[in-house]
């Protein structure tokens, strides 16, 4: 029992080491490396390529993945800026894969930042990588140390599953300083999963919840008065206000917003992430407004819905290209319109799940919001119908100062409502 009691003991010890060298040397008010990383379209189209390699290859069959030092710091600051704004640097030496990485903290008495930097390395491609260095700023510790902390707090909570899905299909990895080469063999259930987990599926069984709230309103809808946005948001925000303590008022919001999102917009979302079915296919199924038109109330629910499962910037791009297409023959035309609720529903979507204090301002806001105006500027007065060869004549492109005058003019508008500012 002594020997029991001294191991525990000693494990606790040596996590209680790792977090404090983390605290004291990795939190800065510094970034080691810049964050804020900007998306370009193509960068998009490139990462969710990279990200979803794996799924061309059929079960039960052996595939291989090329990874160049490029691809892997595309697809990585992608994937990390899903969660917050974050930074990575990868290098790729000889059998060795450099880290730098440096993510932003919720606000704290410490710093800004968390700054850190790891090395993994194997010299048998049969054999995964090992930590063979780990820095918290500049203090560099033990590998040995930190691996096990690691390894433990990985066995000992959700992240396992998440190691196991990245891990368990891999047979060999080779490092060089020219690309990653990677071999693996995955089953149906491992794909599913893996598909899942990068198009950032929720199964969260709470969406039921909020799915049924949705049917009780359309059942009480007069069917002879328009659906607003707000018709649908208020008291689904009011519900997660209801639901949710402070640690859990993010994921409340996005499971809102996912659900008005289901309810408005199953097919257009799907175009590029995947979200659940709704249970509401069997329903009466209202057109839902705003300013009179249902191209805004789509626009603005699947940029939150995005932007609060995804990442802001990738919904912005996202909005901003769907513009671009519609101006190519045969769309509706470029529509400063729709890039304003586009880029309003981005700000709801982000302040929304931007902090556990932030989401519990939003929750509280919303349940006192009058009407859609109250988070959605008028936009009807803006330029749209644009085809290709007029918006290139009025605006040449997405980077001319014209351009870029009238989006800063749509910005202000969205940060002039005093909902986005709950301080």
């Not at 894969?97 to 440096?102: A, G, H, I």
């Not at 809808?221 to 008291?235: E, F, G, I, V, Y």
């Not at 919001?369 to 500027?377: E, G, V």
Request: glycine fraction near 4%; proline fraction near 4%; include cysteine.
């Amino acid at each position: 029992m002594k020997i029991l009691l001294r191991i525990v003991l000693l494990f606790l010890s040596l996590c209680l080491l790792l977090c404090a060298s983390l605290v004291f040397f990795g939190v800065s008010d510094r970034p080691d490396i810049a964050v804020g990383w900007k998306l370009t379209h193509d960068d998009v189209v490139r990462a969710q390529k990279i990200l979803h390699e794996g799924a061309k290859t059929k079960p039960d069959e052996i595939g291989s993945i090329e990874l160049t030092q490029a691809d892997l710091n595309l697809a990585a600051n992608y994937l990390l800026n899903r969660y917050s704004k974050s930074a990575v640097n990868i290098e790729l030496r000889s059998h060795v894969l450099r880290f730098t990485v440096t993510t932003t903290l919720p606000k704290n008495s410490f710093g800004e930042y968390l700054n850190i930097s790891f090395r993994l390395g194997n010299d048998n491609p049969n054999e995964l990588p090992t930590l063979t260095k780990f820095k918290a700023g500049k203090l560099l510790l033990p590998s040995k140390l930190a691996s096990f902390v690691i390894d433990t707090i990985i066995q000992n909570t959700s992240l396992k599953n998440y190691v196991i899905l990245a891990t368990e299909p891999i047979k060999t990895i080779s490092i060089n300083p020219e690309k990653l080469s990677i071999s693996y063999y995955s089953n149906m259930n491992t794909m599913i999963q893996a598909r899942n987990f990068l198009t950032n599926g929720t199964e969260n069984p709470d969406l039921n919840i909020y799915q049924n709230k949705l049917v009780e309103i359309i059942a009480q809808h007069n069917p002879n008065q328009r659906l607003s946005l707000a018709d649908l948001l208020k008291p689904l925000f009011e519900l997660a206000l209801q639901r949710s303590t402070l640690d859990k008022a993010i994921e409340e919001n996005k499971l809102a917003i996912i659900a008005v999102n289901n309810y408005i917009n199953r097919k257009e979302t799907k175009k590029f992430f995947s979200f659940p079915a709704s249970n509401l296919t069997a329903q009466t199924r209202y057109p839902t407004f705003l300013y009179k038109r249902i191209d805004l109330a789509q626009h603005f629910i699947a940029s939150a819905a995005i932007a609060a499962s995804v990442n802001g910037q990738v919904a912005k791009v996202v909005g901003e290209e769907k513009e671009l297409s519609d101006a190519q023959e045969g769309g509706s035309g470029f529509s400063f319109v729709d890039l304003a609720a586009d880029k309003a529903g981005t700000k709801f979507g982000e302040i929304a799940t931007a902090s556990p204090e932030s989401a519990r301002k939003i929750q509280q806001a919303m349940a006192n919001i009058t009407d859609y105006s109250d988070f959605m500027p008028d936009p009807t007065d803006l330029p749209e119908h644009m085809n290709d060869a007029e918006f290139k004549e009025r605006y040449e492109s997405v980077d001319s100062l014209v351009y870029q005058a009238l989006s800063n003019q749509i910005d202000a508008r969205i940060a002039a409502i005093p909902f986005y500012h709950q301080d």
